[in-house]
Structure formats: C-alpha cells, structure tokens
C-alpha cells in the first residue's frame, strides 16, 4: 500500500453551457473534478485549499473513515468548513472496499458543480472476481443549472416553496444533442470495438433526481455497487440514486462499423410525473470504423433505448430486488445475525407553518396550499446545523448548547404512513444525534410517510456499510416482514433508496466511532432537514477510540 497525494484548488472557473457562460466553483478548473484513484488498502492525502468565494468542505462519499472521522468532510458535522483563503489536508485509507465512490462539496448546494470520482482498484496482483473488462472509465451523471446553485436554494428556503428545477441533465459534464448546443460538440462519446469489454463506473452526482440509464441494443451487467461486489447479473435498464455508484459491464457486440447507439439517463420521480419529459440526457456509443473513418457520406440511423416510464416504480423495484452481496470465500456477507438495537423512523416531508404575519401566497410562504413552508423530518425531526462542528463538540465533552442525544427511537405518533395523511403535517426543528454504544448490531427500517405524496427517498449513511436486508411497499408490520429478511446475500451499500409508499431495513455494526451523518441524498430534501446524526461512542480498547484531532481542523 502507498500514499496517493493530491492537491485541490476549490477555484471560480468560467464554464459554458446550454449557450450559456456563468463561473462556477470547481477543483483544479475542472467540471466534473478530477478523478482519485488508489488501490484498496492506499492511503490517501488531499490537500484542499480553497480560493473560492465560499465556505467549503469536501466528503469523500462512501468512505468508511475507519477511526478517521475528522476527514469525513460534511460541514458542521465533522469539521468546520474550510474558509476562503484556508486550506485542510484530508487523509484517509481505503479499506475493505473495490469499485467506485465519489468525492463532493458538502456545504450548502456546492456539490452541484464540486464532485468528482474515487476509483478504486483492487489490491496489485488481486483479480476482479469477473472477466478483466478490456476497458473502464468513469461515467457521472450531474445537474446543470443556468442560474446559481446557492441563489436557487437560498430562494427557496426563503420562500417556503420548492426550488427550480435544474436545466439539463450531464454526463461526464456534457449536456448531449437533446439540449440546445452552442458550443460545439458538448456530446458525451464512448468509442468501441466489436468484441471488446468496457467496465463503466456509474456515478449519479444529480443534486435532486434519481435516474433511470440504459444503452440501445446492449445489455448491462451489474457487478458491484458502492463500491463492493455483488453478484453479476444483467439488465436492459438500472435505476441509480444520487449519491449511489455502480460499475457495470458492457460488451461491444458485432455491428456495421460506424453504428452509433444512444445511452440515455432521465429522472425517476413519482411526484412530478411529466415535469421531466424534455429532461433526458443523451451519450453516444460509437463504433468504430477503421475502414472509412472521416470519410462518410451516408448518415447511418442512430438506435434509441427503451427508458421505463418516469413513475414506473415496480422498475425501481425489480431492479434493486435482483441486487445481492457475492457472499463468497474470499469476499464474505458480514451480516449481523442477532441485533442489539432496533429503531423504526419514519422519512418524508412536512411542514412549517408560515410565520405570522407572513402574508399567504405572497413572497415569502410559497409552500403547499400557500399556507405553509415545505419542511422535511426523520421520526419528526427537522435537523437544524449547528454553527460548531458536532464532533468537535462531542470529543471535547462540550454537547451543551450544540446538540441534543434525545433523538427519538421510533415516532412518537404513528399514524397509517401509506393512507391519509394525519391534519397535523408540521414537524419541530432539532439538532439531536442518537448515541450507539461501540460495537452495537443495529437494526433500522425507515419508512416512507407520503405525507406530502409518496417519494423514493435515497438515504446515505456516513462512515459506515450496511446491509440492505428487506424492504416491501406500504406499512412496514414488524409482526410479519422480519420472516422475509435475507441475512444471508443482501446488498451492502451507503445510500439506499427508501421505496416510495414502502419500508426498508437495513443493519449494520456501530464499529467506527465518531459522529455520523445520515440523510436524504436529494439535497433539497436535505436542506429542508431530512438528516440527523448518530453519535457512536468509543470502545475500551486503544484501537477502538477515536484519535485526536489533527491540528489543522478548520475553526468555526
Ligand atoms: Cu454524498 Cu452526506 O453525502
């Protein structure tokens, strides 16, 4: 194992796009990022300095930060953000995982435009457990927005209502030739050859959409998610969550040369079905032709994939129920067959009420009916930040004032999550982390509450895998659903999709102390405060606490 040392500049970059010029932040001037690659095992180092405008932090997504939680990244959680003109050196090792994770700004809306992937290849000398594909490359999906990301949401959050929708969907940074072009070829083009294998590492690093993908006339085989394998298996389409990763295969076959093959990405939402229609995101796979390269004259017939309908949540749900661990010898399903903690949350959105004297459908209270401020809530609670790191507070002892470890085990009021929904829809503001002891099983289901429409939410837990081990549709009955776990191959992830009108259980050991963050990956139902904190305490051994913090964690 080596150390692998990078240096960001978190820098204003001019960028055009959609005819358009507007400076945005990046690393390195680049959109998307640069890409970190390590081998399992490698330390890594980055050194960020930040010569932007903003405050900063960067979250290395996906991660384990085994004893390492003071480089995590996300603001007010781990550390302080980073101040224009400061710098901060991340150094962490990758551990026990092989595959794709992603790096982003975790600070307000910045990870609109600062993300970038992780590759991470196995030990030397290590095969993939699949044929070594010929080729791989990452392929990251994002968002772009012609106004400024901060204004979009700050906007909202003043207005109560929800935000813009984004203007075109990327890949690899290109809008493709289904938006309008200014620029050129702003195409995203994977050139290949007949018989050749391609491992396309798939990163969706969307603000606020889950995306179904697909390839015209090619099927894609699924091998490992978040990082770790699973079991290959193919599909005609996939559905990847923000936040999620997965690499998958894909093997030209034999065509006319110069065949030219669409690969398609457009939103999975079952809350603005047709909002999205003109939203797809088009690459091209194309053929190579050795023979007449440059030289043609005919325009050859471009095919199109089939994308499942934009609410086809049965597809989402075919697809995620094919995912399962490999489970073999040399790469084994540490499942927790016994639990010491259970805990039942429910997600999904809410309300605030306007503030009084606030007039109703006038600027500032654009929520639902016009009567309200969108809000969002685990078990209820509306995580508000701190204006101090948490686990700053929670090393020195000092939670006083800064958060609360009261964080509800299970609603307090349950109601029928998938019926009407309850008069009340308001949720109260918390900023409460529920403490683990070291080594704790845990069992979470969370449940989506439709209180607001019924909506695919992807969680992502910092700091830790866990084992997505049931999930079903309507209320999760804990009477009967438990009889259907799969302890034995279930799929190991960070972020899992909460089905929209359904449940999902997932467990996993509380082996890394510190305090971890767990949220919606849709930001904007993050920044309506779906997120809170779990605080896991230290072990009795050395080797099981927490190290101090490095002395040049940003201040506050
Ligand atoms: Cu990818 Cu807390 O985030």
Not at 166 to 189: E, K, Q, V
Not at 336 to 362: I, K, M, S
Request: net charge neutral; glycine share 8%; hydrophobic share 40%.
């Amino acid at each position: 194992a080596v150390t692998r040392k990078y240096h960001f500049d978190v820098q204003m970059t001019s960028v055009t796009k959609l005819c358009s010029t507007k400076s945005i932040v990046t690393v390195n001037g680049q959109y998307p990022g640069p890409t970190l690659f390590a081998r399992e095992g490698d330390h890594v180092e980055v050194n960020v300095v930040n010569n932007s405008p903003y405050n900063m932090s960067i979250h290395w997504h996906g991660v384990r930060q085994l004893r390492s939680g003071w480089y995590d990244g996300p603001a007010y959680i781990t550390q302080c953000p980073i101040q224009p003109g400061q710098s901060y050196v991340y150094r962490f090792q990758i551990a026990g995982q092989r595959g794709t994770l992603w790096w982003h700004a975790h600070v307000s809306w910045l990870r609109s435009t600062v993300h970038g992937p992780i590759v991470i290849l196995p030990p030397a000398g290590v095969p993939y457990p699949f044929p070594t594909p010929d080729h791989e490359l990452p392929v990251v999906f994002g968002e772009w927005w012609r106004n400024d990301t901060e204004a979009v949401i700050a906007q909202a959050l003043f207005t109560g209502g929800g935000p813009n929708v984004s203007d075109a969907f990327t890949i690899n940074g290109l809008p493709g030739p289904l938006y309008a072009s200014c620029s050129g070829d702003d195409t995203f083009r994977l050139k290949v050859r007949p018989g050749k294998t391609y491992m396309l590492r798939l990163i969706n690093a969307a603000l606020n959409d889950e995306l179904f993908f697909a390839v015209a006339n090619h099927t894609l085989t699924v091998v490992d998610v978040d990082a770790l394998y699973v079991k290959p298996f193919a599909v005609d389409s996939l559905l990847i969550a923000p936040g999620q990763t997965s690499n998958v295969l894909l093997t030209a076959k034999p065509t006319f040369p110069g065949a030219k093959y669409y690969m398609l990405a457009r939103p999975y939402t079952t809350t603005r079905p047709g909002t999205f229609d003109n939203t797809t995101v088009a690459g091209v796979l194309e053929y190579d032709d050795p023979t007449t390269a440059g030289s043609k004259t005919t325009q050859l017939p471009i095919f199109a994939p089939t994308l499942p309908q934009i609410n086809d949540t049965s597809a989402v749900s075919n697809y995620t129920a094919k995912l399962r661990s490999l489970a073999s010898a040399a790469y084994p399903a540490s499942v927790p067959q016994a639990v010491d903690r259970e805990f039942f949350f429910t997600v999904g959105l809410g309300t605030h009420p306007c503030a009084a004297g606030v007039p109703v459908n006038g600027t500032t209270c654009q929520g639902p009916n016009g009567t309200a401020r969108f809000a969002a809530s685990i078990n209820n609670v509306s995580f508000v930040l701190p204006t101090t790191a948490l686990l700053q507070s929670h090393y020195t002892g000092m939670s006083g004032g800064v958060y609360a470890s009261d964080f509800p085990f299970a609603p307090a009021h349950p109601f029928n999550y998938t019926g009407t929904p309850p008069n009340n829809t308001n949720v109260m503001n918390g900023t409460k982390a529920l403490v683990l002891p070291f080594g704790a099983a845990v069992e979470l289901v969370m449940q989506d509450t439709s209180i607001i429409g019924a909506e695919s939410h992807p969680l992502h837990l910092h700091g830790f895998n866990f084992f997505v081990v049931g999930q079903g549709f309507g209320n999760y009955d804990p009477a009967s659903d438990p009889a259907s776990y799969n302890l034995v191959d279930p799929v190991e992830r960070n972020t899992v999709g909460v089905p929209a009108g359904g449940w999902v259980a997932i467990r996993f050991r509380a082996d890394n102390p510190g305090v971890w963050f767990m949220h919606c990956h849709l930001e904007v139902h993050m920044s309506w405060g779906l997120k809170m904190a779990w605080l896991v305490q230290d072990g009795s051994r050395p080797d099981q606490k927490l190290p101090p913090p490095p002395a040049d964690l940003p201040k506050c």
